[in-house]
């Protein structure tokens, strides 16, 4: 390549670190971030992640070394993936919640070269290091701030031979039904994201929004942070979505904009604190990361009257965003996850992968240019997701005349009793709207007679008694019989993994002797 060519291709160059500059002399000293009592403009941001990056380079890093963090929500860790971006560094978000093993296996699987912490995580994070051998740079999350609040000029370039298909990150799935594979995400795929997610979702410079999910997960980062950010908005970081903060803040700073999971939704709306803030500067409520059932949308569509609700669906490896319900289509299409987005292609297959005819359950799957590029060391992995050159989900839907798609299950999740299928999700959706049940999760479990055998997992609204005959008959009402439960397990709550998602897979692990003696 000449040097004119090179010159070209770096003027037309467009990475995360792209449009961050962008953003940054757009939006220069408006407020982009504020975190306890720190804020930080747009150009602050960009300076500070350079600093970061720059001390980074200083200490041996190159590009493509991973980095892992490890933490809740912070500007700290937030600026650490700019830095990443900055530098042409692999940022390696790990789950707050693991610990030993878990965390070791990330850490080891992605061949981080450093790892910052969370102070409240040393010990935790500490203890693994000896595992790690080549782990040669590590230290708490806080140190950076110094750093990031320096007088250091670094130069405007920190990788002149950074390009849009290197990677940006390693996505670790949430392991919900197998170990964690890391998805590889370039600077291309996210931005492509970070287009369709600005499209669908209606971000504007005005939005004020509260993000209380954790960046570690793609949703909250890649869905909502990073496109918020370059359109202007201004976005409240929080640790962890506290319902009490959570709606505190909303009446007291006027968020405009705000992203959940159901079962976050659901403590929003059990909060004493729901009925008593004025929740009216909320414009736009998002929900996703797994199943809303109808009857929640319904009350929160009811009690929150004058904000516009959209669905959102995907998962990390398409960035995570693929189909949006948006508000107009709400009252039509309650149970779907809409239509997928501008950079989205989706079909539902059977399995020698031809369409199904609408109305008929399939597996979708997707071509995208927000598509992970494949699974991090996991060649076969990697070859059984993209079979036939579509990248396959994993979930099980329906999609009608109109395009619009119903998610019935995760492929893993569907039932097979006595040789019927069942999706566990229209058993949820029935037991919930049983005046005493607060969350319900539904799978099968290993039965000699029935080879799987429905399975009901409920927890209670306070103060109501545990009556399976009543929650049984609810169900007869609304379910053919080969679709009732087998039985009703009363739990205190469900497991759950820190991004709200519900862990089907330890219900399985945990109870699946539950019919031993059958």
Request: hydrophobic share 40%.
């Given at each position: 390549?000449?040097?004119?060519?090179?010159?070209?291709?770096?003027?037309?160059?467009?990475?995360?670190?792209?449009?961050?500059?962008?953003?940054?002399?757009?939006?220069?000293?408006?407020?982009?971030?504020?975190?306890?009592?720190?804020?930080?403009?747009?150009?602050?941001?960009?300076?500070?992640?350079?600093?970061?990056?720059?001390?980074?380079?200083?200490?041996?890093?190159?590009?493509?070394?991973?980095?892992?963090?490890?933490?809740?929500?912070?500007?700290?860790?937030?600026?650490?993936?700019?830095?990443c971006t900055r530098a042409g560094f692999v940022h390696v978000?790990?789950?707050?919640?693991?610990?030993?093993?878990?965390?070791?296996?990330?850490?080891?699987?992605?061949?981080?070269?450093?790892?910052?912490?969370?102070?409240?995580?040393?010990?935790?994070?500490?203890?693994?290091?000896?595992?790690?051998?080549?782990?040669?740079?590590?230290?708490?999350?806080?140190?950076?701030?110094?750093?990031?609040?320096?007088?250091?000029?670094?130069?405007?370039?920190?990788?002149?031979?950074?390009?849009?298909?290197?990677?940006?990150?390693?996505?670790?799935?949430?392991?919900?039904?197998?170990?964690?594979?890391?998805?590889?995400?370039?600077?291309?795929?996210?931005?492509?994201?970070?287009?369709?997610?600005?499209?669908?979702?209606?971000?504007?410079?005005?939005?004020?929004?509260?993000?209380?999910?954790?960046?570690?997960?793609?949703?909250?980062?890649?869905?909502?942070?990073?496109?918020?950010?370059?359109?202007?908005?201004?976005?409240?970081?929080?640790?962890?979505?506290?319902?009490?903060?959570?709606?505190?803040?909303?009446?007291?700073?006027?968020?405009?904009?705000?992203?959940?999971?159901?079962?976050?939704?659901?403590?929003?709306?059990?909060?004493?604190?729901?009925?008593?803030?004025?929740?009216?500067?909320?414009?736009?409520?998002?929900?996703?990361?797994?199943?809303?059932?109808?009857?929640?949308?319904?009350?929160?569509?009811?009690?929150?009257?004058?904000?516009?609700?959209?669905?959102?669906?995907?998962?990390?490896?398409?960035?995570?965003?693929?189909?949006?319900?948006?508000?107009?289509?709400?009252?039509?299409?309650?149970?779907?996850?809409?239509?997928?987005?501008?950079?989205?292609?989706?079909?539902?297959?059977?399995?020698?992968?031809?369409?199904?005819?609408?109305?008929?359950?399939?597996?979708?799957?997707?071509?995208?240019?927000?598509?992970?590029?494949?699974?991090?060391?996991?060649?076969?992995?990697?070859?059984?997701?993209?079979?036939?050159?579509?990248?396959?989900?994993?979930?099980?839907?329906?999609?009608?005349?109109?395009?619009?798609?119903?998610?019935?299950?995760?492929?893993?999740d569907i039932i097979k009793t006595g040789g019927t299928v069942?999706?566990?999700?229209?058993?949820?959706?029935?037991?919930?709207?049983?005046?005493?049940?607060?969350?319900?999760?539904?799978?099968?479990?290993?039965?000699?007679?029935?080879?799987?055998?429905?399975?009901?997992?409920?927890?209670?609204?306070?103060?109501?008694?545990?009556?399976?005959?009543?929650?049984?008959?609810?169900?007869?009402?609304?379910?053919a019989p080969f679709k009732l439960p087998k039985a009703v397990?009363?739990?205190?709550?469900?497991?759950?993994?820190?991004?709200?998602?519900?862990?089907?897979?330890?219900?399985?692990?945990?109870?699946?002797?539950?019919?031993?003696?059958?």
């Amino acid at each position: 390549m000449t040097t004119t060519e090179t010159a070209g291709r770096r003027a037309g160059r467009n990475t995360i670190n792209d449009a961050l500059s962008r953003a940054a002399r757009r939006f220069g000293s408006q407020t982009a971030l504020s975190y306890l009592d720190r804020s930080w403009s747009f150009s602050g941001l960009y300076d500070a992640a350079s600093r970061i990056a720059l001390s980074l380079q200083e200490a041996g890093l190159k590009k493509g070394d991973r980095v892992a963090a490890y933490g809740t929500n912070s500007d700290a860790f937030f600026l650490l993936w700019l830095a990443c971006t900055r530098a042409g560094f692999v940022h390696v978000p790990i789950n707050y919640g693991l610990v030993g093993r878990e965390l070791e296996y990330i850490l080891s699987n992605s061949g981080a070269s450093a790892l910052y912490w969370d102070e409240a995580l040393a010990d935790k994070a500490k203890s693994v290091l000896p595992a790690l051998p080549a782990l040669h740079l590590s230290g708490p999350l806080q140190e950076l701030l110094p750093i990031a609040q320096s007088a250091t000029q670094p130069p405007r370039d920190l990788c002149p031979d950074l390009c849009d298909d290197d990677l940006a990150q390693l996505l670790y799935t949430s392991g919900t039904t197998a170990a964690p594979k890391g998805a590889m995400m370039t600077h291309r795929a996210l931005l492509a994201e970070y287009t369709s997610s600005i499209i669908e979702l209606d971000f504007s410079r005005e939005d004020r929004a509260l993000a209380a999910l954790p960046l570690y997960h793609s949703a909250q980062m890649h869905v909502f942070v990073m496109p918020q950010l370059l359109m202007g908005a201004h976005s409240r970081l929080i640790a962890t979505p506290q319902p009490e903060t959570c709606l505190r803040l909303i009446e007291e700073e006027q968020i405009t904009s705000f992203f959940a999971p159901p079962t976050v939704w659901i403590s929003l709306l059990r909060s004493p604190d729901f009925d008593r803030r004025d929740l009216t500067s909320l414009k736009f409520v998002y929900y996703g990361a797994s199943i809303m059932p109808v009857p929640v949308l319904q009350e929160l569509r009811a009690r929150l009257p004058t904000a516009q609700p959209y669905n959102c669906y995907g998962q990390s490896e398409i960035g995570p965003l693929a189909t949006v319900l948006r508000p107009e289509e709400h009252d039509a299409h309650p149970a779907s996850a809409g239509k997928p987005i501008f950079n989205v292609e989706t079909r539902l297959v059977d399995e020698q992968m031809q369409d199904v005819p609408p109305g008929t359950q399939g597996e979708i799957i997707h071509r995208s240019p927000q598509l992970l590029t494949g699974y991090w060391a996991a060649p076969e992995a990697t070859a059984e997701a993209f079979t036939g050159g579509w990248f396959h989900s994993g979930d099980v839907g329906v999609m009608d005349e109109e395009g619009y798609l119903t998610i019935v299950d995760r492929v893993k999740d569907i039932i097979k009793t006595g040789g019927t299928v069942v999706a566990s999700r229209e058993v949820e959706e029935v037991i919930f709207t049983h005046p005493s049940v607060k969350e319900v999760a539904v799978v099968g479990l290993p039965h000699p007679k029935w080879i799987e055998a429905v399975v009901a997992f409920v927890v209670l609204r306070p103060g109501e008694p545990r009556d399976e005959a009543a929650i049984m008959a609810h169900a007869k009402a609304g379910l053919a019989p080969f679709k009732l439960p087998k039985a009703v397990i009363w739990l205190e709550d469900l497991p759950r993994n820190t991004a709200g998602k519900i862990l089907k897979r330890e219900l399985r692990l945990h109870h699946e002797a539950h019919f031993a003696s059958a």
